[in-house]
């Protein structure tokens, strides 16, 4: 049985996917979630779910490693982000080498980098008159948006989309392939489709 760590910063429907997904298997399991904001929604799914969920300091997260040991400890054998909004540092990322992994709502490495999340990812994309949008699942190395890229899946834009539309259409790849990557990660499957 695989251990699986989720970081985040938001509502967390990533993360309840990834749960759900995983909720009656024998592959792998959420055994811990972490988040850097107090009223993060994501507390509110992990109470639901009996999951321990873990406040991030921001001090320690950077300069020590606390937190390498907490996951070292906890046996976890893959990280996911979802939705986390802080550079993990670089002796997180050397202690997991491989093992930490990605979803951006765009099809990088077009509006990737340090202000591109969330709402303004699909601002930018609408601005740009982009025909096509999507998810870029990779796996995380010390700089923003830039590791290798595990899957990537595509979305149309239509004439009246909204940054909100466009939100909408790329919430249901990401719900539909988050979940499958990471199962096909922790069983060494091949992950392209
Ligand atoms: N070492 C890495 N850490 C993280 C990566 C990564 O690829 N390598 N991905 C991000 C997720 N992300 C895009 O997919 C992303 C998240 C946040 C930002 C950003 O600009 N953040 C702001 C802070 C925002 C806040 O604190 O509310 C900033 O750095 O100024 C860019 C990209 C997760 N970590
Ligand atoms: N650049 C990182 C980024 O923008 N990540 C995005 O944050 C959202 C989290 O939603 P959730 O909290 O409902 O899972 C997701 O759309 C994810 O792609």
Same mark, same amino acid.
């Given at each position: ?19 759900? *997904? ?6 792998? %399991? ?13 507390? %509110? ?36 982000? @979802? ?11 050397? @202690? ?27 601002? @930018? ?12 699942? *990779? ?35 990401? *719900? ?7 199962e096909r990660l922790l069983t060494n ?5």
């Amino acid at each position: 049985m695989k251990n699986i760590a989720i970081f985040a910063s938001g509502a967390g429907s990533n993360a309840q996917k990834i749960i759900d *997904h995983f909720s009656d298997s024998t592959i792998a %399991r959420v055994t811990l979630i972490l988040c850097n904001k107090p009223d993060a929604g994501i507390f %509110r799914i992990a109470e639901k779910e009996n999951i321990p969920a873990i406040l991030i300091e921001k001090d320690p997260f950077f300069r020590g490693d606390d937190y390498v040991q907490l996951l070292q400890r906890e046996q976890i054998d893959l990280v996911v982000l @979802a939705g986390f909004l802080w550079k993990v540092p670089a002796n997180l990322v050397q @202690a997991f080498a491989n093992r930490i992994i990605n979803i951006h709502p765009a099809l990088l490495p077009k509006y990737g980098g340090k202000g591109m999340y969330g709402h303004f990812v699909h601002e @930018a994309v609408i601005n740009a008159g982009d025909a096509e949008s999507g998810i870029t699942i *990779h796996y995380v190395n010390e700089k923003y948006d830039d590791g290798a890229t595990i899957l990537q899946e595509r979305c149309t834009i239509v004439p009246g989309d909204t940054p909100e539309t466009l939100a909408k259409k790329v919430q249901v790849l990401e *719900h539909t392939w988050y979940p499958v990557i990471v199962e096909r990660l922790l069983t060494n499957e091949a992950v392209s489709h």
